[in-house]
């Protein structure tokens, strides 16, 4: 995306997060009374299918489980693909919906430790919310791109290149994705501050030939740190984590796929009642290919807003988010989140 560009979309872009955030503004400082309470980040990721195929973590919680404390979460993601081009021999065409659908579950351990295991479901289909998103861009004067010239409401994910190699999925795709083990380790935790340290294990469960995985075990590290803050009288919860994912070889674009991919997260969330939640999430990552074309070589940075809604304190809490992509094309440019989320003590039933 030329530069020009990229910094008018940013400036198209500001009056939605203004919409998004006009709760801010009319909510007064009464939070002083929820100041106590912790902010998790948004369980999202990429969702370009041919980087939603690795292993990168979902921004991870520094605020570990206590011994027997158990963690449950089923999440949707939703995302809108319309994008295509063409570069030194390689083309690629991005035209319908990704959804993944997963139930993670996390148990916390004696000294500190925690372990988790997350089961994706993944489908591609027609983009049924072409329509939608083409008159949202309308409203604020933003591009429809590519949208303008294709029909509405297909499913065509295709790659080529001049070296022959070609992945095509043009019919509704659904199974199971890769599945991911974690550990984590508690480095500090206090009434204010936490750091963590992770590592996650992806294996290769999914189908690699309908982009429902990569073929490969990938292999994570990274390490994550929340604190307090208070800004007025707004006590904000800042948070963040950084590593790097380390992919085995696999199925597709073996000649492409960068064997080293660098991660990130920085998150502010505030909390004005104990029922909710207001966050803003920045995720960015390095290149997962070695290729001229933004959709697969272009770096990622992914701006998510909204919030949570709490249930029962802190016991159940009820995610909902959109994210849509700050700089190239290697992000979608318009996803859903929603996770419910509840935690559990087995202590009571022992």
């Known amino acids: ?7 008018g979309a940013i400036l198209l872009a500001i009056p939605r997060y203004i919409l998004y955030l006009i709760p801010l503004i009319y909510l007064p400082s009464l939070a002083v009374q929820a100041q106590g309470m912790d902010v998790d980040p948004f369980h999202v990721r990429n969702m370009n299918p041919f980087a939603l195929i690795y292993g990168m973590p979902a921004a991870s919680s520094s605020r570990l489980l206590a011994e027997r404390e158990s963690y449950l979460q089923l999440t949707a993601d939703v995302a809108n693909n319309s994008i295509a081009s063409d570069s030194d021999g390689e083309r690629i065409r991005l035209d319908g919906e990704t959804y993944r659908l997963a139930l993670i579950w996390q148990r916390g351990l004696a ?41 509405r409401n297909r499913l065509v994910y295709r790659y080529e290149n001049s070296e022959g190699e070609r992945i095509l999925v043009d019919r509704k795709r659904s199974g199971i994705g890769d599945m991911v083990l974690s550990l984590s380790h508690a480095l500090e935790s206090d009434s204010h501050r936490q750091w963590a340290l992770h590592t996650s294990l992806k294996l290769p469960t999914g189908d690699a030939d309908e982009l429902l995985g990569s073929g490969a075990v990938d292999l994570a590290f990274w390490v994550s740190a929340a604190d307090r803050w208070k800004l007025w009288q707004w006590p904000l919860n800042l948070y963040g984590q950084a590593g790097i994912l380390l992919k085995g070889e696999g199925d597709l674009l073996e000649d492409l796929r960068e064997e080293l991919v660098l991660f990130g997260t920085l998150g502010v969330g505030w909390r004005p009642e104990e029922w909710i939640d207001l966050k803003a ?21 992914m701006l998510t ?46």
């Open 111 to 151: 000294s500190g430790w925690q372990i988790g295991v997350e089961l994706p479901f993944l489908s591609h289909r027609d983009g049924v919310m072409d329509g939608l998103i083409e008159n949202w861009h309308d409203f604020f004067s933003l591009s429809n791109s590519d949208r303008e010239e294709w029909s």
């Open 281 to 301: 999430q920045l995720d960015v990552h390095s290149s997962h290919y070695d290729s001229e074309l933004d959709q697969l070589g272009g770096a990622a940075i």
């Open 305 to 350: 807003v909204g919030g949570s809604l709490h249930l029962d304190g802190d016991s159940r809490r009820i995610d909902i988010s959109i994210g849509e992509n700050l700089t190239t094309d290697s992000v979608p440019d318009f996803m859903i989140n929603l996770a419910y989320v509840q935690r559990f003590s087995t202590r009571l039933n022992e």
């Open 1 to 7: 995306m030329p530069a020009a560009a990229m910094r």
